[in-house]
């Protein structure tokens, strides 16, 4: 049944539940705000660090602390959802609903790539939704600790050169393009599929001396052929592996051997849509569509993209165990 969000011109399809519609508003109203945002940049003073470090020692820049007000504010406001795990706050946030068990838990990262923002280089907003497990009404991280699998829906939107939403569920990988003129969003892709080709691959090559022989193993097999682009910014690598065909890394070194994606609102959320559009991700070892949280802020290495190319790694690594 397809379904009308406010926002979107074009109507939502694969998605069987009216409910989760105020959740998408909340996230298309908030995308709109963020776009605005990023897009005049310098001009609003939108892009400077604030000088303090979040729970993962990174430095929080403004855009960040607007991303995460804007969504915090605009799903409080929604009343259906009752949770949010966010990359910018310590612990899970709660919001008052009328039936927990009717409501959806939210994982998000406001702005992903905020490093980037000052040099104009793509940034994202990365979001993943769970609907309430049936007449569990606690309120605790283990509405969170799911597997990617469990997604109602997920997605990103990416504010570069145009602003888009891509958005996934069980039925299609979809995308819309923010008519800045009429601020909405309008459907311009409307089955995504990882295309066979496989002709980019994205890892940050600088830290080749850190990765172990059998991560070493892989890069060295996976580049032949293939170009390497590396923008420092995982929506926009991953979204050119999406649309053109490649596949992303970010395996973990002997510094951090978990790697520095965390699991639950950036790779979790990217095997769904990965999943969804035919292409496949693992950390290594085992699908990360399928890998079941240990805690809301956990890291993992992930690979994720190509099915193919996937299949080729992990062989690589079993053989290499
Ligand atoms: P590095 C941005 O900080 C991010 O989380 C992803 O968007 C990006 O792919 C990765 O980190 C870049 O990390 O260590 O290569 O700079």
New binding site residues.
Partial sequence: MPLIIEGIKSPIEGVDDASLAPVLEAIVAAAKLISNNVQNGALIERLDSEGVRNVHG?LVHTLDTLGTNTFVEFFKDTQVVAGLVCEELETETFFNVEDISESYFCVL?PI?????ADIAIT??SIFGIFKGTNGDSTLDATQFLRPAKDFVAAGYVLYGSSTLLILATPMKVQEFTLDIAKMEFVCTRSSLSIPVECPYY?V?Q??EDFWEDNIKDVVHSIKKGRSLR????????FHRDLIRGGV?L?PGDVNNPEG???LLY?AAVMSYIAHYAGGSSTNGYTSIFDLQPKSIHQRTPIFVGNSNVIEQIESILRDNT
């Fill in positions: 990174e990262d992903d790539g905020t490093s980037n940034i994202g994205s940050n600088g830290y590396y923008v420092g910014s995982l929506v926009s690598d992303y970010y520095k994606i965390r950036e």
